[in-house]
């Protein structure tokens, strides 16, 4: 039985902002005010310092506390792709970007919407700027590895996700991706602890379970992978490709009417 087209939201996302401790800001400026949106979207929360920000240059007549012409357009790009006016939010960044060439955070966001929306080859342009002004960025190294991920280039997806690690080795984004990049290239035992170090590091990391069940389910670990799907469920209870997996780990444990029930289940969610 072929497997379903993923429609149920469980797609492994990109990280999107980068965190505070990955920025080197270039001079000194105020502060991000706090982001408008809820730690629920499991996108890492900034509030750090903007890259190379002179207010001063770009706001001559602003107060202390009133925020920057950057801090104005890098928070209302923000809000638009809240709001899902991705091609709004990729005009503001690159207006933003016009002002201020070196704001990492909003270059590395340009460089994951254009992902988004199929420019991938102009994503990794982006991010490349990014890493020439940062190499060592743990975050936008493994941004780009994800990216070169899915475009299948895996020797330079591994080679970024592995030194991301060698500077931030708790980065749960860089193990998932490297236990996906495995399970892609078939090496699914090689997976295993790089999905297992991810959930160690971010328990609620519903994607991370899903492909650590079908990882146990090629290496015949059948009670593991059904523990691994029954967890992702839970964390995302509208998870097709997990209950996808439920079934064929019923399947082999010769429970067939448990298996047409998470078959059944994944078809409403999925539409196929």
């Known amino acids: 039985m072929k497997p379903p087209a993923n429609k149920s939201g469980d797609k492994p996302k ?3 902002e980068i965190a505070e401790d990955h920025l080197r800001p270039a001079t000194g400026g105020p502060k991000d005010p706090p982001p408008p949106e809820a730690a629920a979207t499991r996108e890492p929360v900034q509030e750090g ?4 920000s002179d207010t001063q240059t770009l706001e001559p007549t602003q107060t ?3 925020p920057s012409a950057e801090d104005l357009l890098y928070n209302a790009a923000r809000e638009a792709h809240a709001q899902g006016e991705t091609k709004r939010a990729i005009a503001i960044y690159r207006e933003l970007l016009g002002l201020e060439p070196n704001h990492i955070r909003a270059r590395n966001n340009l460089g994951l919407l254009l992902d988004q929306t199929g420019n991938h080859e102009e994503a990794l342009h982006e991010l490349q700027r990014c890493l020439n002004a940062e190499p060592n960025n743990p975050q936008v190294l493994v ?3 994800a990216v ?3 475009l299948g280039r895996y020797i ?5 996700l592995r030194q991301a690690l060698e500077h931030d080795t708790t980065n749960a984004e860089a193990y998932f991706n490297l236990g996906l990049l495995m ?6 035992g090689d997976a295993l602890p790089h999905l297992r170090r991810s959930i160690e590091l971010d328990s609620s990391r519903a994607p991370a379970y899903t492909y650590l069940g079908d990882a146990l389910n090629h290496v015949d670990d059948l009670k593991g992978a059904l523990q691994a799907y029954q967890r ?5 209870p509208n998870n097709g490709k997990a209950f996808y997996g439920l079934g064929i780990i019923y399947d082999r444990m010769h429970k067939p009417e448990e298996a047409q029930q998470m078959y059944r289940r994944s078809r409403e969610l999925t539409g196929r």
């Open 143 to 145: 941004n780009r590895g």
């Open 156 to 160: 330079e997806a591994e080679a970024d």
């Open 14 to 16: 990109l990280p999107f």
């Open 64 to 66: 202390p506390d009133s």
């Open 148 to 150: 070169l991920g899915a």
């Open 232 to 236: 992702s469920v839970e964390l995302v």
């Open 183 to 188: 399970s892609r290239k078939g090496l699914w």
């Open 49 to 52: 310092e903007p890259v190379n």
